[in-house]
T-cell receptor, first 114, second 113 residues
C-alpha cells in the first residue's frame, strides 16, 4: 500500500518569506516515484517535479527546491522568497512500481499575503 | 502544444441520473487516468486506460465505468448518481511507462442534487 502524509493543512506567510511544505510517504515498493503538484484556485493540477527513488539528489528550480531523504521517507518542498502568486494548494504524490495510480496526500494550502 | 482538455466544465445532475464526462489527452500521450477530488481532499484514483483497456482500477464501485477511443480520448461514465458523487473529476494523461508524470486537465465540477 502507498500512503502520503502532508501534516500541514494550512500555512500562511508574508511575501518574501521562505516556506517549507512537508511530505512523508510510506511504501513497500523498492522502486517508486514522488511528485509535487500545485493546484491554484482555478482547479487545474500543475506538475512541478518528479523524483525517482534511486536518485536522492536534491533539486533546485528557480525559487523552488526539493529535499528528498530516503532515510526519513520525506520529500519536502521549499519556496524561497515567496510571492503572492505562490498561493495555492500543494499536493505531494507517490507512485510505486506495483501500480499506475498516483496516491496523493491531502494537500497543504499555502497563503502568501503582501 | 495542446494540453489536456475536459468537457463539460460544470454539470448539475439529479440523484439517480447518469453522467458522461469527456477527456482529450495532451498531444503525444496515449494513457489516460481519471481521479475524483472531493472538496478539501486530495485526488483519488478511479482508473487508468491504455490501449483502449482499463489496466488498473481504484476503489470505486462498478457504477463508475470508462472507455478509451482509438484516438486516445476517454470518457468517464457514472450511473445511478449519489449525492456523494459530487466532486471535481480530473483527467490526466501521460506516456504509458509508470515513471512518467501525469498531466492534468482543468477538471469537470459535478454537482448532484
Amino acid at each position: 500500500a502507498q500512503k502520503v502524509t502532508q501534516a500541514q493543512t494550512e500555512i500562511s506567510v508574508v511575501e518574501k518569506e521562505d516556506v517549507t511544505l512537508d511530505c512523508v510517504y510510506e511504501t513497500r515498493d523498492t522502486t517508486y516515484y514522488l511528485f509535487w503538484y500545485k493546484q491554484p484556485p482555478s482547479g487545474e493540477l500543475v506538475f512541478l517535479i518528479r523524483r525517482n527513488s534511486f536518485d536522492e539528489q536534491n533539486e533546485i528550480s528557480g525559487r523552488y527546491s526539493w529535499n528528498f531523504q530516503k532515510s526519513t521517507s520525506s520529500f519536502n518542498f521549499t519556496i524561497t522568497a515567496s510571492q503572492v502568486v505562490d498561493s495555492a494548494v500543494y499536493f505531494c504524490a507517490l507512485r510505486g512500481n506495483s501500480g499506475y495510480a498516483l496516491n496523493f496526500g491531502k494537500g497543504t494550502s499555502l497563503l502568501v499575503t503582501p | 502544444d495542446a494540453g489536456v482538455t475536459q468537457s463539460p466544465t460544470h454539470l448539475i445532475k439529479t440523484r439517480g441520473q447518469q453522467v458522461t464526462l469527456r477527456c482529450s489527452p495532451k498531444s503525444g500521450h496515449d494513457t489516460v487516468s481519471w481521479y475524483q477530488q472531493a472538496l478539501g481532499q486530495g485526488p483519488q484514483f478511479i482508473f487508468q486506460y491504455y490501449e483502449e483497456e482499463e489496466r488498473q482500477r481504484g476503489n470505486f464501485p462498478d457504477r463508475f465505468s470508462g472507455h478509451q477511443f482509438p484516438n486516445y480520448s476517454s470518457e468517464l461514465n457514472v450511473n445511478a448518481l449519489l449525492l456523494g458523487d459530487s466532486a471535481l473529476y480530473l483527467c490526466a494523461s501521460s506516456l504509458p511507462d509508470m515513471s512518467y508524470e501525469q498531466y492534468f486537465g482543468p477538471g469537470t465540477r459535478l454537482t448532484v442534487t
